[in-house]
């Protein structure tokens, strides 16, 4: 999908229709971005819609340079942490909610591309941030320090300890599906 720039500059102009176009073209992409921070679908959903304000109303600071899909994704990804920064007292800890592991039934026993983002869904809310930060979304340890207000050791530690315990997660996730299996 590549957003022309013609579609940015009539959203730029505020026409409806334009506005309408870029939210159907990115809309389902951002969603999920959004859902990768959070387990509420319902914050998901807000956070969604105060990022296209946020993109509708920086518009301007785009510069056709690179692709504005990311650009966009950015915009997400600085809104989520700037609102969970404000919301919530993230906590780096080492606790698995055991209360929501592997109640998808519909899991598969070779790993996809869902059922990765459904692992890290289960990790605790630091461990999860960081991941997807890293890994999904590709900033440095140092970018990721500075946005969470942390040192970059703590995010390398809890980078590697989210690292073990997804493949913990993933490892019990197949014993229980070879015992349903059986």
Known sequence: MVIDEELVKRCMNNEP??????????????FAL???????????????????????????????EGSFEGWAKRVTVNFILSDIRKKKNVRFSDELDENVLFTDE?????????ELIYFISLLPEGKRIIFNLSVIEGYSHKEIAEKLNITEGTSRGQLAKAREQLIEIHKKHNKINAKQVS
């Open 34 to 64: 959004c859902l990768r921070y959070t387990k509420d679908r319902t914050e998901a959903e807000d956070w969604l819609q105060e990022s296209f304000i946020k993109i509708y109303t920086h518009l301007h600071s785009f510069k056709f």
């Open 106 to 114: 519909s899991a598969h026993s070779t790993i996809g591309h869902e």
């Open 17 to 30: 229709a334009a506005q309408k176009a870029l939210y159907t073209l990115l809309g389902s992409k951002l």
